[in-house]
């Protein structure tokens, strides 16, 4: 591996920002968006030529499909595939394909959906690249086509115990896959690996060069039990200079954290944290909506824990009202918590017999959700008036009535089943010009994800 090269990229890139004050900006409402149905993604082939077990990362690429305008859905779906597997079971798994959108189908069955084509195949792009983080990788993708550097897929890779802090996270490759030319890779900030390298998206140019210096992608991660810090984080950075050149391999690029709050190594409490927040939560992916009347909100779409209790454990028989701790961590930590984050008493600290075989953080209950968070907080922490761990949601919309919470009953051991049922939502990716947020939902089509659209309205 090259060694790292420490410098204020902020300099090398010629990156700078502007204050100014704005009029508060109108904001999307959960009733702004109208869902328009679901579709399948091409059909399963052997691993790791398939979507099984898939679907960790998606972006919109608009210059796609050309021949999609006619029915609406114009621009196509980069779309990871099966996940890498650790100790070389599947090393070359995370494969990117290009698929077109189908016009989507609001049916009750998964059977119903129309079926997307495959326009580039799955494509080993990252070979040779993140070599070793295969241990249930967390990965970002996010087209953009700037001037300076013409269209590319910008990554972000990190796994489940990511190493420190000697593995880059980030890069970029050409969209041309059979010629991906993977370019990087680069570190982001000095922050936590957990913090930055689980998703992708861009932030709308107008408010990059305004607020963060011309930083016009957006990376963060939300790892579980806080260690990325108490609800989804969230940097602005650029990896070109004005000319389009790359960063030199291994460099740290100077990032602005817009929301980052505090970590379980900071605090052994739940405090500076996002409101309502429990450490099962899991935030899978985010976009930054905007509509042509000049409404806007930052998006992050995951599976929300809203459980009267919480805890580091397995799932109990006996019900979901009833914690099965790891008894080996009571008094190392607070393995279990009450919704509003108080321990739980001393009778819930328990472990049981007959549980599952996936140790983890559970909860009484979870559902899918997508929360809201406004810019101009955003813009505010940019310019030094708030710290990254004080925005807030503004409103949240869950969303299991759209969802087919798998139906075929895959790997019920590790997602969990009812209320309890874990990895709902993977990624999301938004079609700017269309109005047209696309959410990934996984296991809902055997072990395949499908994609559902919104329209924001």
């Known amino acids: 591996m090259k060694p790292l090269v420490f410098f204020t990229v902020i300099l090398m890139l010629g990156l700078s920002t502007t ?7 109108p904001l999307i409402q959960p009733d702004d968006l109208h869902y328009l149905g679901a579709f399948r993604l091409p059909e399963a082939g052997l691993r790791p030529d398939t979507f099984e077990y898939g679907g960790n990362a998606m972006t919109f690429n608009p210059d796609g499909d050309h021949n999609g305008m006619e029915d609406g859905f114009p621009g196509s779906l980069f779309i990871t595939g099966h996940d890498r597997l650790p100790y070389g079971e599947l090393p ?4 990117v394909a290009e698929i077109n959108i189908p016009v989507p189908i609001n049916a009750p069955n998964v059977s119903d959906l129309n079926r997307a084509d495959y326009l ?50 980030h890069g970029w490759f050409s969209p041309d896959l059979a010629h991906a030319n993977m370019q990087g890779t ?35 991660r939300y790892r579980d039990g806080g260690w990325s810090g108490m ?16 960063a030199p391999d291994g460099t740290v690029l100077d990032a602005i954290p817009l929301l980052l709050y505090q970590t379980s190594d900071t605090t052994s409490n739940i405090e500076g944290n996002m409101n309502g927040y429990q450490h099962p939560d899991e935030w899978e992916g985010g976009a930054w909506l905007t509509t042509s009347d000049g409404r806007s909100a930052v998006v992050f779409v995951g599976t929300k824990s809203v459980g009267e209790k919480y805890w580091y ?22 393995v279990c918590r009450l919704a509003d984050g108080t321990p739980c008493p001393p009778e819930d600290l328990q472990g049981c017999e007959g549980h599952n075989d996936y140790r983890g953080w559970w909860s009484s209950a979870f559902v899918g959700q997508f929360i809201f968070y ?10 030094g008036h708030l710290s990254p761990d004080q925005p807030q949601p503004y409103t949240r919309l869950d969303i299991d009535e759209y969802l087919y919470l798998n139906p075929d009953q895959v790997e019920l051991e590790m997602l969990g089943t009812g209320v309890q049922r874990r990895g709902r939502i993977g990624d999301a990716t938004y079609d700017r010009a269309n109005q047209l947020l696309y959410v990934l939902e996984l296991f809902a089509d055997g072990a395949q994800p499908v994609v559902h659209v919104w329209r924001v309205e």
């Open 19 to 25: 204050t100014f004050a704005q009029a508060p900006s």
């Open 92 to 95: 070359d798994g995370s494969r």
């Open 120 to 169: 580039q195949p799955l494509t080993d792009v990252a070979a040779g690249f993140f070599v070793g983080l295969d241990e249930i990788p967390r990965i970002g993708l996010q087209y953009l086509n700037r001037a300076e550097t013409g269209p590319l897929i910008h990554i972000a890779w990190g796994q489940h115990l990511h190493p420190e802090p000697e593995a880059p996270s």
């Open 186 to 220: 680069w570190f982001v900030s000095t922050e936590y690996p957990y913090s930055v390298n689980g998703y992708l998206f861009e932030i709308p140019a107008g408010w990059a060069d305004t607020y963060v210096g011309g930083r016009y992608l957006a990376t963060g």
């Open 231 to 246: 609800g989804p984080a969230m940097f602005a950075y650029r990896a070109w200079d004005e000319r389009g050149n790359p």
């Open 313 to 334: 454990g397995w799932v109990n028989p006996a019900g979901p009202a009833f914690p099965c701790v790891e008894t080996t961590l009571v008094g190392q930590f607070e």
């Open 374 to 383: 406004n810019p101009d907080d955003l813009a505010q922490v940019a310019q």
